[in-house]
C-alpha cells in the first residue's frame, strides 16, 4: 500500500469506503487526496500542494471517528488542518540484528509492514499540522501494543519536505558504544527542509549513522581541503552540497584525517537530491551482514544504492633511463601527476575500482596522446596497491636483461599495504628494478635470505622485521653482490616499506646512469630514502 494511502486516512482519523463498504477492508484504491467530511454527506478533494476540485458526495464515505473535526476539513468543517499538506520519507537505517525489518505504525495504525534495514520510502503526501506519534514495531508485530520504541509526536509544516531516519540499536549495552559518548539507542533523526529535486546538478546531504564509529570527516577527491563533512558526530546530518559532476572519490577519516576509515567512489546523474548514510558499523563483529557502508537514498525510494568501495595506489617513478628523469603520469587519459621525478613516490591515494589505464608522458606532454607507456591495472575495492614504473624508454639502447626480460617502460603493479598489519614490525616488501641485473636475493649481515630468486619488474610478499637498524645486502644471480647498505628501521614499526632495487649494474653500458642500489618509501610517499652503504 502506497504512504500516502496509509497516512491520510489516519490523519483525518477514518477511513475511506467503497458505499457499499464491509467495515472490514479498506479499499486500496481510495485516493490520498481527499479529504473527508465528518458527517460522510459531502467531501472536497484536494491536490497538493494547491488547486481544488469539487467531488461529489457519492465517490467516498467517511466513517465517522471521534474527535474527526479536529483534523478534517471541507465545506461546513473548519478544522485546524484546513487540507495543508507535506511530504515525508523514511529510511531504515538501524543495523541492528534485532531490527533487520521492523514494522511501522502512526498513531497506533499500521503505516509499513516488513520495513527492511537500509530501505526507505518514497516522499509522499502527508497531513500536516497534524500530531503523529510513530512507534517501532517488530517484524512479527499484531499491533502498535507490540511496539519497542514510540517517537513523536511530529508535526509538520504545511509544505515542506522531511525525511525521517531510524537509526541506533534496541540495546545499546549488547553494542560497542560510541566513540563520542553519544547515544546509540534506536531513535528517529530528521532532516528538515529537505530536497526531492536539483534544478542545477546532484546535491547530496550525508547523515552519519554508523553507531560506534567516532567523529568523521570525508574528504573529496583526495584534496583535504575539500571536505563535504567536517566534524560529523553520530547523529549528524550534514547541509545539501553540490556533487561534482563525473563522479568523485569519498575518503572517510577521522575528525584529524590521521586514520582512514574507508574509501568509496560515486557518481550522481544530475538534477537530483540524494541522502547519503553512513551506514552499518565500523566493527563488523557486531554484525557480520552490516558491515559499515555509504548507501544512496533518492526521493523515489527503494532499497539504497551502496556506494562502491573505492581503491588506494601509490605510484612509484624508478625508470633509471636519463630521459624519464622527469615524466607526466595520466591516469584515465587525465594528467594526475606533472614533472614526476625519478626515486619519488605519490603517497597512497583514492581512485574507483576497476580497471585504471596508467601513462607514462614526457614531462613536457600536452595530453595523453604523447604517452611512451600504456599499461593497464585492475585493482579491486577496499585494496590498496603499488604501481612501479620501471624500464626504459628506448631499449636498445640500453644493456639487455640477463634474463632476457623485457625492459620496456612499463608499469607493474601489485596489492600493497599502507601500514603493517602486526604494529610492532615494519613490514618490507621488495621491489626488483635494475634492467640489467639478473635475478636477485635480499640478505641481511648475517646471510639470512628475505627474499629470493626476483626477476627485474618481480614485486614480492611482504615480511616482517623487528624495528631496529640493520644492514641488507643485494645478492645478484651471477654471484656478484651488492652493499651492505644500511636500512634504519628503528622508527619504522607499525608502518610498510616498499624497497626497491633502483638503478644500472653497469652504468657504463646503460648511458652513464645511475648505479645499482637500494633506496625505500613509506606510504607517505615523496622523496626516496637512499639506503647508504653499511659501515660495518
Known sequence: MALFKKIWPLMCLFGCYDLDYDPSTQLESCPGIYVCAPDGVSAQCVAHPSSATSCAAEDIVCDKMPNVSEVCTNTTNNGTNNGATALLQVIHNSADPAAATIDVYVNGDMFLDDFDFRNASPFEIVPAGTDLEIEIAPSDSTSADDAIKTFGPYNLAADSTTVLIASGVVDPTAFDPNPDAEST?????AIEDAKTTSTTGAIVAVFHGVTDAPTIDVILNNNPALKP????????TTPYAEFPEGGAVLDVTNADNTARIASFGAAVPPGVAVVVVASGFANPAQNAAAPLGLFAFFSTGGAGIPLPSASRLQVIHNSADPAAAQVDVYIDDKKAFDDFTFRTATPFFTLPAGDRKISIAPSTSASVADAISNTTVTLEGKKSYLAVANGVITPADFAVN??????????????ARERATDPTKVEIVAVHGGTDAPTVDLRTSNNTTLFSDLSFGDISDYTALDPASMPLNLRLGNNSSYGPFTFDAAALGGRAVTIVASGFAVPADNANGIDLGLVAYTAAGGTAIILAPANL
Do not use: F
Open 229 to 236: 563533512v567536517d566534524d560529523a558526530k553520530y547523529g549528524d
Open 185 to 189: 539507542a534506536l531513535n528517529l533523526y
Open 402 to 415: 640477463p634474463n632476457t626480460t623485457s625492459t620496456a617502460l612499463t608499469v607493474t603493479s601489485a596489492e
